[in-house]
Structure formats: C-alpha cells, structure tokens
C-alpha cells in the first residue's frame, strides 16, 4: 500500500524485537536499509532473510564517536539517510531512591541523547534534500510513569519534547518528525517480566493482549510514507487502549 522504493532508511535496533520487524516491514516496502545494533550475529541473520537491499552497521549508541562512524558509514555505503527510525532502547529499572546515578545515566544516553545526536546528523541531508522522516520510538509510560522506571520514562518523555521542537524547526523543509509511543509489545524486552507482572499488566489493556512488533512497524510504514506528509510532531499511542491519550 506504502511505497518506499529508492528511500533510504536507517533502523536503530534492528537486531532487536521492534526494530527487526520495522526493517523487514520497510524493506518489503522497496526502501533500503541500513540495519545497525551490536549483536552482529542477529544483523547478519535478519539482514539474511531480507536479501540484497539490506547493509548491515554495527554500532554501539553508548560511544558518541561510534554515532558518529554510523552515521557517516551510511551516508557513505548508501549515499544518504532519507528515514531514520530511532528504535533502539534498553531499561535498567530500579525504584526511584535506589536508583543509582549510573543506571539514570546510561538509559538516558542510550534512549536519548543517542536518538538526538542521530537526529541532528540525519536532518542536514533532509534538509537539503527537502524531504525527510523521522520517527522515534517513545513509550507509553513517557506520558504515564510507571513505577520502577524513572529514568526509562524520562527518556521517552524526553524524547517526545525533543522531537515537536525539531518538528516545528524543520517543518517548512519537507520533513516531519513523529513519535510512535508502544504499549507492552511482545518482545525480549517484555520477555523480562515476571508472568505476575504480565497478568497484572493484562487486566490493564482493554483489548486484553499484547501488541505484536508488526502492529508497531505498520505504523512506522505509514509514518515514513509520502501519505503522511501532513502530520508532525504527533505521538501516536499504539496500546491496546491501555492509555486513551
Ligand atoms: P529489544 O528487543 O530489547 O531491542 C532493543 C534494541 O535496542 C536491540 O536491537 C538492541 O541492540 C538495541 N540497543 C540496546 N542498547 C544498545 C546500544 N548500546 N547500542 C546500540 N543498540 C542498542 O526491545 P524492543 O521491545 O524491540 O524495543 C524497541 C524499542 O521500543 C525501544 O526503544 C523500547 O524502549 C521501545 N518500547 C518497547 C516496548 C515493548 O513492550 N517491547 C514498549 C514501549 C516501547 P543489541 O541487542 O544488538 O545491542
């Protein structure tokens, strides 16, 4: 339905849950893909089932220069970033008076100031292409809170104040920016939780299951679209009706 053929894409933790079915819904799209991670062995077996559109960047978003080589490696293998899907996430959870400074720390450069420093390096080829998207991957608990996770709500909240003030700056340019906020998702990162905490959680979600990755990348498609050209600075709440918001 979508059509993204000669648009290249970046994808942030492709090797993950979310962003391995993001890469494989925007290739069967016809874009290009550059998919990036740290665990190789998983890229290369994703980048296996997607076939020759699909190069493979490692990069570990804790160092600043690795950013950097990705962004610049991309640009370089595949001439430029068109889309970029700041996907990639981890939580290190801990009640708020326990949380150590370290565990604050690392989920806010991961979470953001990684997904604000590939912003800044992906837009200036949007800009002068006129044309671009962005689109971050957010949380619902950055608009509820959720105990446990302050520093992961942070980031996603911070994520999402980040994103409509680079929307409004780079609106005029052909480009949006547009945040997806997932309920709970079945992936590794929700493989996590205890069957007491996934039974609690169910009795919270109206639709009474979890997301499924497809139902998150469907919206990704749709967000990278020319058909979305209209709509920035917008979170789209995929939940289940966990959060009617
Ligand atoms: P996941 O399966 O655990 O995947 C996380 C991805 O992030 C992995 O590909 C991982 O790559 C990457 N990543 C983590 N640390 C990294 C680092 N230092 N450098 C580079 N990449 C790194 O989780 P998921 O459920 O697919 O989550 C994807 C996104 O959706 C995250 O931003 C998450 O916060 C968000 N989200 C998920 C849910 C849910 O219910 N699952 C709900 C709301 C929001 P490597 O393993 O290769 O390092």
């Not at 819904?25 to 893909?33: F, H, K, M, P, Y």
């Not at 949380?99 to 949007?126: F, H, P, Y």
């Not at 994520?159 to 929307?167: D, P, R």
Request: glycine content about 12%.
């Amino acid at each position: 339905m979508f059509d993204l053929k000669n648009k290249k894409v970046l994808v942030t933790g492709a090797s993950g849950g979310i962003g391995g079915e993001i890469a494989k819904t925007l290739n069967d799209a016809g874009a290009e893909v550059a998919i990036s991670g740290t665990r190789l062995e998983s890229l290369k077996a994703l980048s296996d089932t997607l076939g020759g559109n699909t190069q493979i960047f490692p990069c570990n978003l804790r160092d600043p220069k690795e950013i950097e080589g990705l962004l610049k490696d991309v640009v370089e293998k595949m001439g430029g970033i068109d889309v970029l899907v700041n996907n990639a996430g981890i939580t290190r959870d801990n009640l708020f008076m326990r949380m150590s400074d370290e565990e604050w720390q690392t989920v806010l450069n991961i979470n953001l100031t990684a997904t604000m420093k590939l912003c800044k390096g992906a837009i200036r080829g949007m800009m002068k292409n006129r044309w671009g998207r962005i689109i971050n991957i957010s949380s619902v608990v950055g608009s509820t809170g959720n105990p446990g996770q302050a520093n992961y709500a942070a980031s996603k909240a911070g994520m999402v104040g980040m994103s409509k003030s680079l929307a409004f700056e780079v609106a005029s340019r052909g480009i949006t920016v547009n945040i997806i906020a997932p309920g709970f998702i079945e992936t590794p990162m929700t493989d996590k939780l205890t069957e007491d905490q996934k039974t609690n959680i169910m009795t919270q979600i109206p639709a009474g299951r979890m997301g499924t990755a497809a139902e998150i990348a469907s919206a990704v498609l749709y967000l990278a679209s020319q058909d979305a050209s209209y709509l920035t600075g917008a979170t789209l709440h995929i939940n289940g009706g966990m959060a009617m918001i």
